[in-house]
């Protein structure tokens, strides 16, 4: 019986290594010189659908701020005063014929037992029927408000609002980052998180880099903490769009009504504030009449209750009710 030494093995096993080494250079010419002879067409690229908000392929991504869907911001750039109808039930047809005639719908998750899945329902009935969807989330957290702009709303409603951090929460968790630093988000950026939603859906592809410049974002004057610092608010929060002087619980925490000297005094506070920022002022369509307002919670053929030019009760008018 033949025996290989080692030393043997290891000259047999050099010479197959060197003879594998020679054969692999040979192969990878004869490949390249057929290459450069008669290149073969490049396999074309598979197809990668458009992310939501981004273009499809070939056609340059949209620019951010170049779109606005919200007609709540057109309309006001236009001067006019914008109304609404409120839903607190799941009814989906009742929703559609809210929707008549009127320029955006309050759909009411403070004061109601609406679900999630009926909100969201209920955006898509209300975008579907021309009008524009804004949500009184309960409170001003992330998972609220995250849920509201996800499901497609365009107006974020924050009630109680009376302190800095919450009209801060308001705007962050309203609006999403930077985005892509060549294309950036319009400011201000938030901590909004992009994930699979209801929203691009409704908005079409130009919400993610457009949703910033199209969601408002309106707090709530509800008790005299919000009075002292509504001024604050507006200086030191940067996205506030909207404030609103709720006419209700604005009396009922104070311990007046519409039309006290008190009530006035502190309604005439948070309207020069706002105004005098160039924010939009809100309040119950009763006050259509009233100087400044100009996005009411209610119709358009409300029953006005009596103020002047410069804010003050029509001695002769009903009292409010």
Same mark, same amino acid.
């Given at each position: 019986? &033949?025996?290989?030494?080692?030393?043997?093995?290891?000259?047999?096993?050099?010479?197959?290594?060197?003879?594998?080494?020679?054969?692999?250079?040979?192969?990878?010419?004869?490949?390249?010189?057929?290459?450069?002879?008669?290149?073969?067409?490049?396999?074309?690229?598979?197809?990668?659908?458009?992310?939501?908000?981004?273009?499809?392929?070939?056609?340059?991504?949209?620019?951010?701020?170049?779109?606005?869907?919200?007609?709540?911001?057109?309309?006001?750039?236009?001067?006019?005063?914008?109304?609404?109808?409120?839903?607190?039930?799941?009814?989906?047809?009742?929703?559609?014929?809210?929707?008549?005639?009127?320029?955006?719908?309050?759909?009411?998750?403070?004061?109601?037992?609406?679900?999630?899945?009926?909100?969201?329902?209920?955006?898509?009935?209300?975008?579907?029927?021309?009008?524009?969807?804004?949500?009184?989330?309960?409170?001003?957290?992330?998972?609220?408000?995250?849920?509201?702009?996800?499901?497609?709303?365009?107006?974020?409603?924050?009630?109680?609002?009376?302190?800095?951090?919450?009209?801060?929460?308001?705007?962050?968790?309203?609006?999403?980052?930077?985005?892509?630093?060549?294309?950036?988000?319009?400011?201000?950026?938030?901590?909004?998180?992009?994930?699979?939603?209801?929203?691009?859906?409704?908005?079409?592809?130009?919400?993610?880099?457009?949703?910033?410049? &199209?969601?408002?974002?309106?707090?709530?004057?509800? &008790?005299?903490?919000?009075?002292?610092?509504?001024?604050?608010?507006?200086?030191?929060?940067?996205?506030?769009?909207?404030?609103?002087?709720?006419?209700?619980?604005?009396?009922?925490?104070?311990?007046?009504?519409?039309?006290?000297?008190?009530?006035?005094?502190?309604?005439?506070?948070?309207?020069?504030?706002?105004?005098?920022?160039?924010?939009?002022?809100?309040?119950?369509?009763?006050?259509?009449?009233?100087?400044?307002?100009?996005?009411?919670?209610?119709?358009?053929?409300?029953?006005?209750?009596?103020?002047?030019?410069?804010?003050?009760?029509?001695?002769?008018?009903?009292?409010?009710?």
């Amino acid at each position: 019986m &033949n025996s290989i030494t080692p030393v043997g093995f290891l000259r047999r096993a050099s010479r197959a290594r060197f003879v594998r080494m020679a054969v692999i250079p040979a192969a990878l010419l004869v490949a390249a010189s057929l290459s450069a002879a008669d290149p073969a067409p490049a396999a074309p690229a598979p197809y990668v659908p458009a992310a939501p908000g981004q273009a499809p392929r070939g056609v340059p991504p949209i620019k951010a701020g170049s779109l606005t869907f919200n007609t709540v911001i057109t309309k006001l750039a236009e001067g006019k005063q914008i109304f609404s109808n409120t839903l607190s039930e799941p009814d989906l047809a009742a929703a559609k014929k809210a929707c008549e005639g009127q320029d955006f719908i309050w759909i009411e998750m403070q004061h109601s037992t609406l679900t999630w899945r009926e909100t969201q329902q209920l955006v898509k009935v209300v975008a579907e029927a021309g009008c524009i969807p804004f949500i009184r989330v309960p409170t001003a957290n992330e998972g609220d408000i995250q849920k509201a702009t996800d499901a497609g709303a365009l107006g974020i409603i924050i009630p109680m609002v009376d302190s800095v951090e919450e009209a801060r929460n308001a705007v962050m968790f309203s609006k999403f980052p930077i985005g892509h630093r060549d294309n950036p988000n319009t400011k201000p950026w938030g901590h909004r998180s992009s994930g699979g939603a209801q929203a691009p859906s409704l908005w079409g592809p130009g919400y993610n880099t457009n949703a910033n410049n &199209n969601i408002l974002v309106m707090v709530l004057i509800e &008790n005299p903490a919000g009075v002292g610092v509504v001024d604050d608010i507006l200086e030191e929060v940067e996205g506030i769009d909207i404030v609103m002087v709720a006419s209700n619980d604005f009396g009922q925490h104070g311990g007046d009504r519409d039309g006290d000297a008190s009530y006035n005094a502190r309604e005439k506070l948070v309207r020069e504030a706002v105004l005098s920022r160039g924010k939009i002022l809100a309040g119950p369509s009763s006050w259509q009449d009233r100087p400044g307002y100009r996005l009411f919670q209610g119709r358009r053929n409300a029953t006005n209750t009596g103020y002047d030019a410069k804010g003050d009760r029509i001695p002769d008018a009903p009292p409010a009710k």
